[in-house]
């Protein structure tokens, strides 16, 4: 198989793409083989070089190592995310633990730490650069923190710890796919009243996908709260979409995720305090600008107590609305009847305005239009390249004088193959080392319209694509030495940053305009509307709310011991208790992510880390500030966050990046005024 398999060369594609159309599943096993032996040998050939240890022969030298592995698992892994056919899951059941003992057999060597550790302890005298001191500085960091250091007992229960968190992750993940497919919800003709022409369109679809001609079927993404909830008029279904959402995880049998989470938390706890750590939120903050889980603790305690008010005072708007329907206020109203308000106050149905957000438009004049005119870049779309999914689409980014940035890639439309959720991914990352440029991924999970249909965003699809975007600028814009710094390769809770500031366009008075149209005629927004867009994207003290409850059910799991954590008998009552120490337990408001449904924190890279958003919102608002106040959507604005902030990556310590950029620290201010939190 090795012969012909594609993921062992070069695909001959531009910027490195992967040739998707060429790999089949087949080959993943025997290209990771081959892999994982070649990253193997490189690592014993400098662990047992004869020359003393330098900076060049063993931290640069362990950064060129494992190219090959690199290319594979980022290959494999956009596929999983994106597109996991039974067969692709098959494979990630195989493949993670696999991947986490070869993790540990390379940060764990015992030669080339000795080595990397005594070029470390000589750091100061040997003149390095400053990005090659960083680098010196992380790979010894990485190589502490992965129990390099610890005794032969101890890195071999490490190692096995580290085996069985993958594989529960993997499970977490496919058993939250399977159940957001079995529990979908399907509805009559009738029961779909108050969903616009285009969102019933997807519902059918989706049904009949299923072969079901009879209603629609709809989907369950990721967050408690669906989306159409503020949208379907009868309150049967509503009740019954939020119940299915809820029961993601906990309805026993194999596929339930709540020993899953026991587990996985036990593990983590007794990771951390092998390493020496109190525990694993700990281990966690130690290396992020937090730097430690009290720091957190006291951010989101902080953020509590204002945004408890904001929400007692939207109840209060909130509640005569539901009692004149004489219902009494239940979770499954609440999107709805604050949507209703708000119309009532704005004079805008936002909702309604979706024919004036098509799917097209907001990306080429709205995020394309912004990008280039803050950065000077143009893109075209290319027809030619090979996807992992039909409906993926290819993009060149060019400078002005034509020469290449990178390509980008957007993988719009859900299927059932797909994670819930949206997010950015490298599938090359830039390095000069390797003399890459990137590939970066988009993807989304906006419903499929029916065939030949036009395809239409709603306000919170809008900003998460603004959003998915700014991390896609952060790795589009990357020009730095080595691949561990390049894009959004900087710490948890600064990787949000970038992408924050890149949402204030999403309404800004010199964007919208230039995309939102009506889709047949042309007109723009009604009067009134642009108002009250700018006005529904800030400061919800419900969305602040569900955000920071989903933030402390991080941090309470994770601030566990191992037996602790294994003597959770009951989830519920443990997110009920949680919730209560922050002030924000409320019915009518529930966390973002319930445990059991939490991907980010139990499959995925954010566990002990999900107040990064909050984190990064404080430079990203400042930042906002600064480019409204500095005349907003202008080169040199654009330029000076291009150079001091996406194209360093995480060359630059990002405490300095920010300095570098905005001449000072980052000021709180503009986080609680934007949220409404200042009163």
Not at 22 to 41: D, K, S, V
Not at 553 to 558: E, G, T
Request: include cysteine; charged fraction near 25%; proline fraction near 5%.
């Amino acid at each position: 198989m090795t012969g012909d398999n594609p993921l062992l060369n070069e695909s001959g594609l531009p910027y490195s793409l992967p040739d998707f159309a060429r790999i089949r599943p087949e080959h993943y096993l025997p290209a990771f083989a081959r892999a994982f032996a070649e990253h193997l040998a490189e690592i014993a050939e400098i662990g047992a070089d004869a020359a003393p240890p330098t900076f060049e022969n063993t931290a640069r030298a362990l950064e060129r190592s494992g190219a090959l592995l690199d290319r594979v698992t980022r290959t494999f892994h956009t596929v999983s995310a994106a597109h996991a056919t039974p067969a692709i899951r098959d494979l990630e059941e195989q493949i993670a633990p696999r991947l986490a003992e070869h993790a540990d057999l390379v940060d764990m060597d015992a030669a080339v730490f000795a080595r990397l550790d005594a070029v470390h302890a000589r750091r100061d005298g040997l003149g390095l650069a400053p990005v090659d001191l960083l680098l010196l500085e992380r790979r010894h960091a990485r190589m502490r923190r992965a129990g390099a250091a610890l005794d032969e007992d101890d890195r071999a229960r490490l190692a096995a710890l580290n085996r069985r968190l993958a594989e529960l992750q993997t499970a977490f993940g496919r058993h939250l796919l399977d159940d957001a497919a079995a529990l979908a919800v399907r509805v009559s003709e009738e029961e779909m009243a108050g969903l616009d022409a285009t969102q019933t369109a997807s519902a059918i679809a989706a049904a009949r996908a299923r072969d079901d001609h009879n209603g629609g079927l709809l989907g369950l993404p990721q967050p408690t709260l669906h989306p159409l909830l503020a949208r379907l008029e009868r309150r049967d279904v509503r009740a019954r979409l939020l119940a299915a959402s809820l029961a993601r995880g906990r309805r026993g049998g194999d596929g339930d995720n709540r020993d899953v989470v026991r587990e996985i938390a036990a593990l983590r706890a007794e990771r951390a305090r092998l390493l020496g750590f109190a525990s694993h939120a700990a281990y966690v903050t130690a290396d992020e600008t937090a730097g430690s889980p009290e720091a957190v603790r006291e951010r989101i305690l902080a953020l509590a107590a204002p945004t408890a008010r904001n929400v007692a005072r939207e109840r209060a708007e909130i509640a005569p609305a539901a009692g004149v329907d004489g219902i009494a206020l239940a979770a499954h109203d609440v999107p709805f009847y604050r949507e209703r308000i708000r119309a009532d106050r704005d004079g805008v149905d936002v909702a309604a305005l979706r024919p004036w957000f098509a799917a097209d438009r907001v990306l080429t004049d709205g995020v394309f239009f912004a990008a280039s005119r803050l950065y000077g870049v143009q893109f075209a779309e290319r027809c030619d390249l090979p996807g992992y999914h039909e409906d993926v689409r290819f993009f060149d980014v060019v400078e002005e004088d034509g020469s290449p940035v990178g390509l980008y890639v957007l993988d719009l439309f859900a299927r059932e193959t797909k994670r819930g959720g949206a997010w950015m991914n490298a599938i090359v990352a830039q390095s000069d080392l390797r003399g890459t440029l990137p590939v970066v991924v988009n993807t989304l999970n906006v419903p499929l319209p029916a065939p030949g249909a036009t395809a239409f965003l709603g306000l919170g699809e809008v900003e998460t694509l603004f959003h998915e975007f700014g991390h896609a600028l952060h790795g589009l814009f990357a020009r730095v030495p080595y691949p561990t710094f390049a894009g959004t390769a900087v710490g948890r809770d600064v990787v949000e940053f970038p992408n924050q500031v890149n949402e204030m366009w999403a309404f800004h008075p010199d964007v919208l305009p230039h995309y939102a149209r009506h889709v047949e005629t042309g007109a723009p927004l009604p009067a009134g509307a642009a108002e009250a867009l700018g006005a529904a994207s800030h400061g919800q003290g419900h969305a602040t709310s569900e955000y920071l409850q989903a933030a402390w059910l991080d941090q309470a799991w994770h601030a566990l011991g191992p037996a602790e954590a294994r003597a959770v008998t009951d989830i519920a009552d443990f997110e009920a208790r949680a919730l209560a120490e922050v002030g924000l337990e409320d019915e009518l408001v529930p966390p973002r992510y319930h445990s059991t449904t939490f991907r980010h924190i139990f499959a995925g890279a954010y566990s002990a880390a999900y107040y990064a958003y909050i984190w990064a919102e404080v430079p990203a608002a400042d930042a906002a500030e600064w480019f409204a106040r500095g005349g907003g959507l202008t080169r040199a604005n654009g330029e000076r966050f291009r150079r001091h902030v996406l194209a360093v990556g995480g060359s630059v310590p990002a405490r300095a990046a920010f300095r570098a950029f905005r001449g000072r620290d980052a000021d709180i201010g503009p986080l609680l005024r934007s949220r409404g939190l200042d009163a």
